[in-house]
């Protein structure tokens, strides 16, 4: 006979997924309307709704910031009805409000959900980050490496040239001699405005997407979510955490981090099993968008379970 107080993924997995299609139903109302803050807004208001009637000890470890610079969905809040197992929560409401807001692509609502105590708690600073998809040998490419030598390096191991590669990188002036670099092989680059969990996601389903790498840095918490998925998908990620001044060096100690330098694996970002929901609020190469019609609102979920590897595409079709 098993416990309540068990983290059993088979049966809250259906739960997560309403919860992340809860939060993209409400932000969609907001797309292409040039309000940023409004559409996370809607989306935080519903994730935090459909949480809360989840039977769980939840604790948000991956949030909308600080408590005192986020009101709901803060860094250390619990949710959920306070009976069941005790889990750590990483979440983000809408990922891509600015995508959301201009009607681009690739806009989501990622939440994902393990035993308490097996996510990374990543301060809100840069995270460095490099990302392959499945089927490699462990550190196939490193950290370690420059950008050019990853392309190489995977090239090999892919038993192609470099200018078969593909590397999905957030446009930033910071990335431009990384860029460059990475260009210098004759690899191809797929630049993304925002979104780096989708750009990682992508790396898993290198056929479907065409994207056989992720690099650069992005925020730190995105860098656990995005571990959150490969862990159910296969792939390999590292993270390195990005401190720019001594503020951001006290947001790491509060969470608990010591070394400083630490590279962290998929495994050590998320050490247990855990469940990973996304659905889509724009059309995007990983989930659609929302779809409206006459009387009727669709989502399409993509709905993770690490222990098994198991990965469903649910679509949800609901009466306005």
Known sequence: MTSKSEFHDRMLSLGLARVSEAAALASAKLVGRGDEKAADQAAVDAMRTQLNMLDIKGRVVIGEGERDEAPMLYIGEEVGSGTGP?????????????????????????????????????????MEKLAIGPGFAPDTVTMDMSPSDRVRALAKAKGCQPSDITVCVLERPRHEDMIADIRS????????????????????????????????????????????????????????????????????????????DRVYTRDEMVTGDVIFAATGVTDGSIVKGIRTEPGWVTTETLLMRSKTGSLRRMTYRSPL
């Open 185 to 260: 092989t004759g690899a191809a680059i797929r630049l993304i405005m925002d979104g780096d969990v989708a750009g990682v996601i992508h790396c898993a389903e290198p056929d479907v997407t065409g994207i056989d790498m992720y690099m650069g840095s992005g925020g730190a918490p995105e860098g656990v979510l995005a571990a959150s998925a490969l862990k159910c998908m296969g792939g390999q990620i590292y993270g390195k955490l990005l401190f720019r001044n001594e503020d951001e060096i006290a947001r790491a100690r509060r969470a608990g981090i010591e070394d400083l």
């Open 86 to 126: 005790e889990v750590d929560i990483a979440l983000d409401p809408l990922e891509g409000t600015t995508l959301t807001a201009k009607d681009f692509p690739n806009a989501l609502t990622v939440i994902a959900m393990a035993p308490r105590g097996s996510m990374l708690h990543a301060p809100d600073v840069y």
